[in-house]
């Protein structure tokens, strides 16, 4: 019987997966065999040595400590794309919020409503104050096409805008189903000169950590619009606070609000409703908890952030899988130790390599202990079907 401790509320679409023949699901586990989690801070936690895997219901993964976890031979989990609707729907009301400034009109009705005005005879002569733009014929710059990134670019072209996006990791399956009308950059710095509105899809790394600065501002369009539902540290809120007070940036929409940008003037602060929808949550939780169930009960790795991806589909009835860390790749010598193999795999990682090894028969005790003490192991698991 496997533990799962849920560390947030996760939708019952994905508990049902979760067989009670087979798991247990609770929040007040100690010993647990896998972790779901949404926005619960686990990197001060004390991962117990049964816990062999975690699942972030949701794309970022900031909240765990992913090298500890590889470390310790836990396999970090999350969900690409699962969340990709709701915020390319939000990206697509960001598009108007930075456009009409439509907020800004909506707190100005309410202004008058309640200082005792009939609003009806003031409309006409106020909403000249909130007039904005169209985005038809704009040019929309797209800063990682991704699972988020490329429904956005593809929804812009729809809706009339020119597209310009730049990814140097856009994978095939992205780029064939990207619109024939998008525009792939060959740098980012194309983009960022190109945009009438530019819109971040990017993961927070040292590398991307406030990237968007005053460099970046400095290339673009005078009165440009930022969009930013990915991250709030891929800004730097100084530079950003100086370019809309100066109009370089005439607006930006961010899904990461704080302090220093919330009450800005020109900023649209949204309370991280990105993938905030019922479908987003249910889709995110699913995906979760099937890709921790064929992990626990078949040892295959699918959408890992820290460790091999590698699945092989069952050729007996007895499997064992192992992770190795170090950089040693122990293949050849786990092949000869290992009797009646009728299939094997393996994918290396960095310094991590994971092997299964299907075989005729089941796996002595003995030589299981023999490769749970090899130097570099960090994980050896024996699975029946």
């Known amino acids: 019987m496997y533990q799962i401790k849920t560390m947030n509320k996760i939708s019952p679409k994905g508990l049902v997966h979760l067989d009670a023949d087979r798991y247990t699901v609770g929040d007040d586990f100690t010993n647990e065999n896998a972790i779901l989690v949404r926005s619960a801070k686990l990197h001060e936690y004390d991962f117990p040595s049964e816990l062999l895997t975690i699942a972030r219901a949701g794309a970022g993964v900031n909240n765990i400590p992913l090298d500890r976890c590889a470390e310790a031979g836990i396999v970090v989990f999350n969900t690409p794309g699962a969340n990709a609707n709701a915020v390319k729907e939000l990206a697509v009301t960001a598009l108007l919020l930075a456009s009409r400034n439509i907020v800004g009109g909506i707190e100005w009705v309410k202004e008058q409503a309640n200082s005792g005005i009939e609003v009806s005879t003031v409309v006409e002569k106020g909403k000249a104050a909130f007039a904005g733009q169209e985005i038809t014929g704009k040019t929309l710059g797209v800063v990682g096409l991704g699972a988020i990134g490329l429904l956005f670019a593809n929804a812009a072209v729809s809706l009339g805008m020119k597209v310009v996006g730049y990814d140097p990791f856009l994978s095939v399956s992205s780029a064939l189903a990207l619109s024939p009308e998008v525009t792939i950059a060959d740098n980012v710095e194309d983009v960022y000169a190109a945009a009438d509105y530019l ?47 100066s109009g370089k940036i005439a607006y930006y929409v961010t899904d990461f609000p704080n302090s220093k940008v919330a009450t800005a003037a020109g900023v649209a602060p949204i309370p991280h409703l990105g993938a905030s929808t019922n479908e987003s949550e249910e889709n995110c939780a699913e995906m979760a908890a099937l890709q921790v169930k064929d992990y626990l009960e078949n040892g295959n790795i699918k959408n890992s952030v820290n460790l091999p991806n590698l699945t092989q589909a069952w050729k007996t009835n007895c499997r064992v899988c192992v992770l190795t860390g170090g950089g040693a790749n122990l293949l050849s010598d786990l092949s000869a130790r290992l009797s009646g193999i009728a299939a094997t795999s393996s994918q290396s990682k960095g310094d991590y390599t994971y092997m299964l090894f299907d075989l005729n028969d089941a796996a002595s005790d003995d030589v299981v202990n023999e490769i749970k003490a090899m130097e570099n192991v960090l994980r050896v698991r024996v699975l029946t079907k």
Do not use: Y
Not at 222 to 244: F, H, S, W, Y
């Open 199 to 245: 819109s971040l899809h990017l993961p927070m790394t040292p590398d991307t950590k406030e990237s968007i600065n005053a460099s970046v501002f400095a290339q673009m369009k005078d009165g440009a619009r930022i969009i930013n539902l990915a991250r709030a540290e891929l800004v730097n809120d100084d530079d950003l606070l100086v370019a809309l007070e």
